[in-house]
């Protein structure tokens, strides 16, 4: 919803977005100073020279790479590898001829001033992201964004500086901002911020993974909250539930207050006193959970949490990150940081998932009509065979006690499968590497593969049954498309049959199934797998809590003695409506 300035006095006003980091906090409004990116996209003011423009494009970059040089040396805490990653990769790009001459050419083509441009790519940028449904590739344009929001912050007058501005902030304030690039967050001065409300939904950025380790309550998601506060306003956040207050009553802060007692207490009471990553159902029934992740950083989280296995490392995210390809070095030191995690048990990466709208900028592939049905997960790890032996070197390279398994994506052919694992074979032997060697998996993610999953089970250790594009291309629909969301619905009786049919199938052959789709992190989700035989759910760490509290209350028996009739329902609203009886019957 768009908010439109409006004098509201003191009286209390209640916004929704999406938490990001938990916690309560209650302080002065403090507006970061912004830039408005449409004022430039709508400046068709032609320069007077060219070459002014270029050399303010220069000393713009020239003030970013210096920026960035001194927050990477003068950081006030440890030094932290995926921020550092990200600063690295920045200062690449900034010092690249290629980049740099691009960006002149641009303002030369357009014969407007470099702010103009600048936001111009900027809005480029945000419409491909905005129209991408993955979350690796939105990642690495937000990544691109960021960079050209700091030039641009560089390119306008010191009294436009945001970084100034943060450094002014008083004591005990909410920061509001339209959006936060890695540099800011880094240099958020976390002694003076009590909470962070960002405008802009950016939970695939990295400024949003560094920001979750600040330590303060962050909610995102508010189009247009700026102009509705001032330095006066009062301001409460509830990032547990994605709340925020504007001149809150007191007896909204106590209600706040009281909600994170009661949420805290219930996280203690809760807990398992033994090994935090097997639950069990109400009826005794033993239920594994193991986290997804994408950095060192969520799987550290998941250990918070109490789970000790990863069920899904999205490795792409690394190298989408990045501007150019890591070496072989630095990619053996990055899996060693991982696997010298103390207590980590299970390591699941999954190849390299390229292709389709998700592809590093130092790759280079023929444009697809139809990306998402191209030359993407396992068919281009095949055709890039030099890629996928670099990576499972690494990996070999730098494990240790921790048991890893190798997981390949996108698998659609026993074809492709018996390709891949001649790949892996010929490095396990190159490696000599004979005894102990990694379980070798496939994502189950593509209908045909779930229909005649016998074909591939003696051919493999393990399957990941993943739900979220499995659901997307059983029902052709667009999963990130909001007005197509009716179609989207893992609890239709036909979905659900498909899932049974593949859990039962690996029950048979004795391959072990994790599921690491949303749905596992799905309260009705994971009762409903739960009742069709799968027995390890892969989830999202912030899910934890809820998934074993729903657990451990569930009759595992008494759900799947109900599901003759559910799946003889016709529609996905009649399963949830029985769900929700038998909620109420508990």
């Known amino acids: 919803m768009k908010l439109r300035p409006k004098t509201f006095g003191n009286s209390e006003l209640k916004f929704i977005g999406k938490p990001l980091a938990p916690g309560i906090a209650r302080g002065k409004a403090y507006?970061?100073?912004?830039?408005?990116?449409?004022?430039?996209?709508?400046?068709?003011?032609?320069a007077d020279l060219v070459s002014a423009e270029w050399a303010r494009i220069d000393f713009a970059i020239l003030k970013s790479k210096d920026q960035i040089s001194r927050?990477?040396?003068n950081s006030r805490q440890e030094p932290d590898d995926h921020a550092h990653l990200i600063f690295e990769a920045d200062l690449l790009l900034l010092n690249d001829p290629t980049f740099i001459s691009s960006m002149k050419e641009l303002i030369e083509r357009a014969g407007l001033h470099g702010e103009s441009v600048l936001a111009e790519e900027i809005a480029r940028l945000r419409d491909k992201a905005l129209g991408s449904a993955d979350e690796a590739t939105v990642k690495g344009l937000i990544t691109m964004q960021d960079l050209y929001y700091r030039l641009l912050y560089n390119i306008l007058p010191a009294s436009e500086s945001r970084i100034s501005s943060l450094l002014r902030i008083p004591a005990g304030s909410i920061l509001i901002a339209d959006r936060l690039t890695p540099v800011e967050v880094a240099v958020i001065p976390m002694d003076k911020v009590a909470g962070i409300l960002i405008e802009e939904s950016m939970q695939y950025s990295h400024a949003s993974i560094m920001a979750q380790t600040l330590g303060v309550p962050i909610i995102i998601g508010f189009p247009g909250i700026g102009p509705l506060v001032d330095e006066s306003t009062e301001v409460l956040v509830d990032a547990y539930?994605?709340?925020a207050f504007l001149n809150p009553s007191e007896e909204t802060v106590k209600e706040c207050r009281d909600e994170e007692t009661r949420l805290h207490a219930e996280v203690a009471?809760?807990?398992?006193?033994?090994?935090?990553?097997?639950?069990?159902?109400l009826d005794g029934l033993a239920l594994h959970l193991l986290c997804n992740a994408c950095t060192l950083a969520e799987v550290k989280r998941a250990q918070?949490?109490?789970?000790?296995?990863?069920?899904?490392?999205r490795s792409e995210i690394r190298y989408l990150a990045n501007t150019i390809s890591p070496s072989d070095q630095q990619e053996t030191a990055y899996y060693a940081g991982l696997f010298g995690?103390?207590?980590?048990?299970?390591?699941?990466?999954?190849?390299?998932?390229?292709?389709?709208?998700?592809?590093?900028?130092?790759?280079?592939?023929?444009?697809?009509?139809?990306?998402?049905?191209?030359?993407?997960?396992?068919?281009?790890l095949l055709s890039h065979p030099d890629l996928t032996i670099k990576q499972l070197r690494t990996i070999l390279a730098a494990r240790n006690t921790?048991?890893?398994?190798?997981?390949?994506?996108?698998?659609?052919?026993?074809?492709?499968?018996?390709?891949?694992?001649?790949?892996?074979d010929e490095v396990l032997a190159e490696m000599s590497i004979t005894d102990d060697s990694p379980h070798v998996g496939i994502m189950v993610e593509v209908p045909s593969v779930a229909m005649s999953i016998e074909k591939f089970l003696p051919k493999v250790d393990f399957v990941c049954l993943g739900t979220?594009?499995?659901?997307?291309?059983?029902?052709?629909?667009n999963r990130d498309q909001d007005d197509l969301q009716p179609y989207n619905r893992f609890t239709h009786p036909a979905f659900l049959k498909l899932l049974r049919d593949v859990i039962s199938s690996c029950e048979q052959h004795g391959v072990p199934l994790t599921v690491c789709g949303e749905m596992a992190s799905d309260p009705e989700g994971c009762c409903l797998l739960a009742a069709l035989g799968a027995a390890n759910f892969s989830i999202q760490p912030d899910a934890v809590h809820s998934v074993r509290q729903t657990l451990s209350m569930l009759n595992v028996a008494e759900l799947r003695a109900l599901l003759p009739i559910l799946l003889d329902f016709e529609n996905a609203d009649e399963v949830e409506q029985r769900m929700k009886t038998l909620d109420r019957s508990q």
Request: charge should be positive; hydrophobic fraction near 40%.
């Open 241 to 243: 539930r994605g709340y």
């Open 71 to 73: 927050f990477m040396r």
């Open 269 to 281: 009471s809760s807990s398992p006193p033994s090994d935090e990553s097997i639950v069990h159902s």
């Open 402 to 424: 921790v048991h890893v398994r190798i997981l390949v994506p996108f698998i659609t052919t026993v074809d492709d499968l018996l390709k891949t694992r001649k790949l892996i």
């Open 341 to 380: 995690l103390e207590g980590l048990g299970i390591m699941t990466f999954r190849l390299l998932d390229f292709g389709g709208d998700k592809l590093p900028v130092y790759l280079q592939m023929s444009r697809e009509t139809d990306p998402q049905l191209g030359c993407r997960g396992v068919r281009f």
């Open 304 to 313: 918070r949490f109490g789970i000790r296995d990863i069920g899904l490392f």
């Open 468 to 477: 979220n594009d499995l659901l997307q291309y059983f029902f052709a629909v």
């Open 31 to 46: 507006l970061l100073k912004r830039v408005d990116l449409e004022q430039f996209r709508n400046d068709k003011s032609t």
